[in-house]
C-alpha cells in the first residue's frame, strides 16, 4: 500500500511542476506577444465606449436608489413602489 501512495504522490508533484513550468511558458509568450503587437486590439473605442455606459448605466441605478431610499424616509410610509434591485 505504501510504495502505491508515495507512487501517486510523485505522479501528482511531477503534474503541479509540469503545469507551473507550462504555464510560465504561457505568460512569457503572452507578455512578448504584446511587447511585439501593442496596439493592434480591434474595437478599442467601441469597448471603450461601452465601458463608459455601463458605468453610466450603474450610476443612474445607485442614484435612484438613494433618491428612493430617501423618498421612503421622508415619507415615513411604503409608497407601494417595489424597491430597486
Known sequence: MWPNYYLLEARRLANERTIDAELAVLIHEAAE????????????????????????????????????ECVAEANGASNGAAPLG
Not at 506577444?33 to 501593442?38: E, G, T, W
Request: proline share 8%; net charge positive; charged share 30%.
Open 33 to 68: 506577444y504584446r511587447r511585439a503587437h501593442p496596439s493592434t486590439e480591434p474595437n478599442v473605442p467601441r469597448r471603450v465606449g461601452a465601458r463608459l455606459a455601463l458605468a453610466a448605466s450603474r450610476a443612474t441605478l445607485r442614484l435612484a436608489r438613494t433618491l428612493d
